[in-house]
């Protein structure tokens, strides 16, 4: 089965802060995906991969960066945590477009 | 661009109730179409897909969905639901030259006993 894994399920950072959220998948995907879910909004895209050192915008990118080093860790930073960055941060990989996305449990990052 | 449009927001439900959550989305043309279900404090799981062949499609859990392309919806159905299915549910489509998922804005189910 797989195996996506978020290193924090909770995380409080302070405003201005550099924050890493780190995501690892154990299946050899290809693709990875950082979504953020606010109620009512549903999943937002932040930033994706298609491939090793490879990254592409989703539809909400200000504010974040990715990186994407190794093929089965998928990194999303906030350079300078804002307060409108707490959220639900979710994680997911596929290993073919026509694949479902297989997604971790979240982290619930709060900015104070 | 795609966008998808789920109807209800909040559903509230007697178990033995039967089920049907609207979704919609934008653009024709070849689709896959996805819903997806997040039980309180678990991670989000599949719950069934349609890609193309016959409209009518059977997730997990009893669960079926149509897809029809007339009316660009793909309803998600359970004739009966139980305490258990309590959950946030999601549909999506695929969309993009990258294939990324785009997300509806979510229906929260809750099943009363």
């Known amino acids: 089965d797989v195996k996506v894994t978020q290193s924090s399920r909770y995380l409080v950072k302070r405003t201005g802060e550099k924050v890493f959220l780190e995501c690892v998948q154990d299946?050899?995907?290809?693709?990875m995906f950082w979504y953020r879910q606010d109620p009512g909004l549903g999943l937002r895209l932040i930033y994706f991969?298609?491939?090793?050192?490879?990254?592409e915008k989703g539809d909400i990118p200000e504010g974040y960066s990715v990186s994407r080093e190794k093929k089965e860790r998928f990194s999303l930073i906030l350079e300078s945590a804002s307060t409108n960055q707490t959220s639900m941060y979710l994680c997911?990989?596929?290993?073919?477009?026509?694949?479902?996305?297989?997604f971790g449990d979240g982290t619930r990052l709060s900015i104070l | 661009a795609q966008s998808v449009s789920q109807h209800n927001h909040h559903v509230i439900l007697s178990e033995a109730a039967s089920l049907e959550l609207g979704c919609n989305y934008s653009?024709?043309?070849?689709?896959?179409l996805f819903w997806y279900v997040q039980y309180p404090g678990q991670h989000l799981q599949l719950l069934l897909k349609?890609?193309?062949?016959?409209?009518l499609v059977k997730g997990i859990k009893g669960f079926e969905a149509e897809f029809i392309k007339s009316k660009f919806s793909f309803n998600l159905r359970k004739p009966s639901v139980q305490w258990s299915d309590t959950a946030e549910y999601f549909c999506?489509?695929?969309?993009?030259?990258?294939?990324?998922?785009?997300f509806g804005a979510g229906t929260r189910l809750a099943v009363h006993p």
């Open positions: 999506a489509v695929v969309s993009g030259g990258y294939n990324k998922l785009i």
């Open positions: 299946m050899d995907h290809e693709n």
């Open positions: 653009y024709g043309g070849t689709v896959n």
């Open positions: 991969s298609y491939d090793v050192k490879m990254k």
């Open positions: 997911a990989s596929r290993n073919t477009p026509n694949q479902p996305q297989h």
């Open positions: 349609y890609f193309s062949g016959d409209p």
